[in-house]
Structures are given as C-alpha cells and as structure tokens.
C-alpha cells in the first residue's frame, strides 16, 4: 500500500510541475502576442514595453533560464528600435539575443532567426556600414565561443556578409584576405580527414576540379566565394569592359558610293576587344565546374553577368546573350533589381551579335518591355540600326543614366562614332571641298571644341581608307582627292601605281600624326587629345558623349593606329610579294 502510495504521490508532483511549465508558458506567450498586437497597430512605445514585460516575466518565472519567448520578444525590440533609429540599444538587445543560442532555442531555428535579421540589416537603409560591422563581429564572436559545437553555416554566412560589407567600404586588402581564408575553409571541409596544413596545401585549382563529387553545400559555398570574388575583381579592374571598337577596314575592291573620293557608308565591327581580365575570366570558368550546388538565384545572376561581360569584352556576342539573359531570368527569380541591367546588356550584346532573335519574345523578359531603362536602349538600337544621328544623340541626350553605366560606355560611344562616320560620308558625298565648320554645324555642334572632334572624325576615315583627301588645318577645309565619274563602278584602288600611291599616302599620314612636332602643335589632333580640349560634354549636339579624359582619347588613337599599321602592312606584304 506504501509504495502504491509512494507511486502515486510521485505521478502527481510531476503533473504538477509539467502543469506550472506550462501555465509559464501560457502567460508568456499571451504578454508576447499582446505586445506583438500593438506593435501591429503602431503603438510602438507601448509594444516595447510589453516586450520588455516579456523578459521581465520569464526572469521571474523560470530565474536565470531562457526560452522561446524571450528570444522572440529580444527580435522584436530589435527590429523595432532600428527603425526608431535607437541604434546603440538595438545592438545591445542583439547581443542578448546571441546568448539564446546556445540553449534557449533549436540550432536550426536560432540560425534561420539570426540570418534573416543579419540580412534585414544589411538591406536596411538605416544601419550604418559602421555599426553593421559590429552586428557582424559580435555574431561571429558568439560562434568562436561556441568553438567545436559552433554553426559552421551560420558561420560561413555571416564570413560572406561581411565580405560584402568590405567590398561595398572598399577594404579590398581585408577582403581578398578574407576569402583566402574561406577557400581553406572550404578545401577543409572537403577532406575532414586531412590535417588543415595538408588541405591549405593543396593548389586551389586542383581542389577547383574536384568539386564535381564534393557535396552540395560544399559547392553552394564555393558559389558564394567566386560570385563575391568577381564582384572584388571587377571592383579592382574597373576599364577591364573597355572594348577597343575599329572601324571595318579598308579593303582592296571595296565599292565607292557615287565618288572614289568617299568610300561606301558601312559600318563597322563593334568589339573588336582586348583580352577579357584574365583572373575573372578563370573564376567565371571554375564556377561552371562546380556542379554538385543548390546555390541562391542570385548568386547564379552574379555569376552568369560576370561571364556575360566577359564575352563581351572579348567579342563573343552570342555567347554573351545566351549568359546574360540565363543572368536576368536568375535575377528575376531572386527579385533582384539587377535584371534590367543585363535586360539592357541582352539588348545591345543581341544588336551587336547580329542576332534575329528578339529577347522580349521569352515569357521571362516581355513584362519589362515597357520599363523606362529598357525602351531607352531599345530606341537607342532602333536609332543606330537605321543610321539616325540625330535621334541617336537624343536619346543619348534625354537618357543620360546609358552613359552613367561604366559597362556600357565604351561599346555606347563607339556606336556613336560609328553612326557620326555615316553621317560624314553622306555629307561629304557631293563636295569636293569642304569646310570643317560646316560639317560640324551640320551634325549639331559648334565651337572650337566640336571642330576637332569632327577633325578627329576625318583623320580616322582618312586612314581606315575610307575616303581619300586631305586637311589643311590652318583653312579648316577638308579637300577631297577625286578620279572621275568612272570610278563610282570601279574599285577604289585598280591598278598597281593607284596601290602604291594609297599605301605611301597612308603611310605618309600616319607618321604625320606620331610626329612628335604635331604633338606640340597647338592644332595638332593628337595634342587636343592629350590636353582634353576635344571634350564633347559642352557641345549642343552630343552633350555627354565624349571622353573627356585625355589618357583615354590618347589610347583610342593608338589603338586605332596600330590597327592601321597592322592593315598597312598586311596590304604592303599582299602588293609586293
């Protein structure tokens, strides 16, 4: 009967303190939603201080324990007192809040709590990048604390946003050491075996290829580091994009149109460009290899604008469309607003790839037809394609934000050039002399300004062969060298002396250009280059067209003439051999 008793006895003092556990947590989650309700109702000073309650009441009902509620009313008084800019006491409840995680709530969900706050502050306007450091550092803190029982996710994450906390403050230094140290990491986890001295060991490129039979958060985090990666590479090479444009050359048995003094108006090869940067090319090439992911849509965005850009700048315009438009429809899913940018990009890379492939017929980009950003280049396109320069220089003029953007810029201005040089030729076309001024006027501009850059213009026709004459600079005449009404049927050049006189007159024009007593003249086309004074962002027609930086210009030039060197000499080897 006893130990009956005794039994007895024993079940109802436990159903006694489950009962008082839960009548705890009966009272704490009622002071929660009330307070959560008149958060929801905008009495925010009331609402802090029924979460404050909140914590109050579980010290008084469980002493020194944590649990659920409290976790959930510290989150809240977080959130709250960021947008009542009380920054200070919202990182002091933060740093409560890491003391939860050890105990008071599940692993999963103190992580999934943690990341979704980290990332609402990083996207929160009102967080300083000062202040967001911190938030970083005492997390990450909190995590080394916790040493071997520590969330390697939520360490890995948290690394990653402050990775790109360092590259939006420009600490570059800090932050290509930091991924240094996230690759061991990785490579690390990759053979838990091995010591971490043999691991560091291993050349990243070899761990690189084995990452098709790594596991899939392994690979996810690879994705992460060579997306951040990119952004720091194109952070650190900046003119990397810039596309060297020439014009189509001239050709033994090119059509004149009406005149051998003026060639025929065709246009030229846009993108003829240097070598895409060599190390994010190589990144863009190891992301490809990593198959075994589940990466976030956004960070497959970053990786295929990266690899975009990248066939752009080496010419490869096709490819460059099927990349960025596979950019835009993961920046879509993501909701990111980078999608209009490489919705722009797939515009141009798909007129300069010739392609007859319209990208507004994909049920992906048609409801973005309509944006402001896009139907700026699609006019833009229309407006080259049909060889308008006027209505090219408006919509250039109306939408300055194309020229704003550094990747576009470059393929943008040799556009314009493109269309100008059209323009010219048609000109030009009925005259056999010519006042610069006029043809100046005549595309829009005026000034001293606009006069060199015409002459610029001439210079470059001059030498691609595409019209034949000369410039007397001090009459600011352009004089046009003519063969007779025949030769609109016959090739430019059609006989042996014709051929040897073109080379020795480009010849001849080329080292005038590099002679270095043009480059100290005043009217010299190179030093208007060099002192910036051909700037086209005071002109009427072509307001913010033009490089203004005289390196820049100067570069064009000598791209441009060693393009021709390489045409000279190729024409010189055909001709004598």
Request: proline content about 3%; glycine content about 8%; charged content about 25%.
């Amino acid at each position: 009967m006893d130990d009956n008793g005794d039994d007895e006895d024993y079940g109802f003092d436990y159903s006694d303190e489950e009962d008082a556990d839960e009548e705890n947590d009966v009272s704490l989650e009622n002071e929660y939603y009330n307070a959560k309700g008149l958060l929801e109702d905008g009495a925010r000073v009331d609402a802090a201080a029924g979460f404050l309650r909140v914590l109050q009441l579980e010290r008084d009902l469980t002493g020194a324990g944590k649990g659920e509620w409290g976790f959930k009313a510290l989150k809240q008084l977080i959130y709250l007192h960021v947008q009542e800019r009380q920054l200070e006491r919202a990182l002091e409840y933060y740093q409560q809040l890491l003391t939860y995680v050890r105990s008071a709530v599940t692993r999963n969900y103190s992580e999934r709590v943690i990341g979704e706050l980290l990332d609402w502050l990083g996207a929160s306007e009102h967080v300083p990048p000062g202040l967001l450091s911190q938030f970083y550092e005492r997390t990450l803190a909190t995590l080394v604390d916790e040493g071997t029982q520590r969330s390697e996710r939520l360490w890995f994450k948290t690394e990653v946003r402050r990775g790109y906390l360092m590259l939006e403050r420009g600490e570059y230094a800090g932050l290509s050491r930091l991924l240094k140290e996230l690759h061991r990491f990785c490579r690390q986890a990759m053979r838990p075996t091995a010591s971490k001295e043999a691991a560091t060991a291993v050349p990243e490129e070899t761990v690189v290829a084995l990452d098709t039979d790594a596991d899939v958060k392994i690979g996810s985090q690879l994705l992460e580091l060579y997306a951040l990666e990119m952004q720091l590479q194109m952070a650190l090479t900046p003119g990397w994009t810039a596309a060297t444009v020439s014009s189509q050359r001239a050709r033994p048995g090119a059509d004149s149109a009406g005149d051998a003094a003026v060639g025929g108006d065709y246009r030229g090869d846009v993108g003829a460009a240097t070598a895409a940067d060599p190390k994010l090319k190589s990144l863009y090439q190891r992301a490809l290899r990593v198959r075994c992911a589940i990466p976030h849509p956004r960070i497959m965005g970053i990786i295929r604008e990266c690899g975009g850009k990248v066939h752009m700048a080496e010419g490869r315009f096709r490819d460059a469309c099927t990349d960025l438009f596979e950019a835009f429809k993961n920046y879509d899913e993501a909701g990111a607003p980078r999608r209009l940018h490489c919705l722009k990009y797939l515009v141009l890379a798909n007129m300069l790839a010739n392609s007859e492939i319209n990208p507004f017929d994909s049920q992906e980009a048609l409801p973005y037809r309509n944006e402001p950003e896009v139907v700026a280049i699609i006019q833009l396109v229309a407006a080259y394609q049909s060889q308008d320069l006027h209505a090219f220089e408006a919509v250039l003029k109306q939408d300055r934000h194309i020229l704003a953007d550094e990747f576009m810029r470059p393929y943008v201005r040799a556009l314009l050039n493109q269309v100008r040089e059209g323009y010219l030729l048609k000109l030009m076309r009925p005259y056999r002399r010519v006042r610069i001024a006029y043809l100046a006027q005549c595309m829009g501009a005026h000034g001293t300004a606009a006069e060199e850059e015409v002459e610029e213009l001439l210079v470059s026709l001059i030498l691609d062969g595409r019209i034949r004459g000369i410039i007397d600079q001090c009459a600011g005449v352009l004089e046009l060298h003519r063969t007779g009404s025949s030769a609109a049927s016959t090739p430019m050049r059609r006989n042996a002396a014709e051929e040897n006189d073109a080379l020795a007159q480009m010849a001849e024009m080329m080292a005038t250009e590099l002679r270095p007593a043009r480059v100290a003249s005043d009217s010299g086309v190179v030093h208007s280059m060099l002192q910036g004074r051909g700037g086209r962002a005071g002109n009427a027609g072509a307001a913010g067209v033009g490089a203004t930086d005289p390196s820049h210009r100067l570069e064009h030039a000598l791209v441009r003439w060693t393009h021709q060197l390489a045409g000279l000499r190729a024409a010189c080897t055909a001709f004598y051999t």
